[in-house]
């Protein structure tokens, strides 16, 4: 799962993955759904909380 991406995604690989707008990337991240860091000003996300949020919505779901 998301084999090409590098371990540690940006605000635009997460729009990407998830096809999402910006907003709703940072809103995500700023309320602690998807794991993340501030680096220097600009949020980096460990490719594993993406693949545990996407594996809670996908319980969540069902």
Excluded: H
């Excluded at 690989?13 to 096809?19: A, G, P, Q």
């Excluded at 700023?30 to 545990?52: C, H, N």
């Amino acid at each position: 799962m998301l084999n090409k991406y590098p371990d540690v995604l940006t605000v635009d690989d997460i729009c990407k993955i998830l096809r999402i707008g910006r907003n709703s990337a940072y809103k995500l991240l700023q309320s602690g759904k998807i794991p993340s860091r501030r680096l220097r000003g600009k949020y980096i996300v460990p490719k594993a909380g993406v693949i545990v949020f996407l594996k809670n919505y996908e319980e969540k779901k069902a």
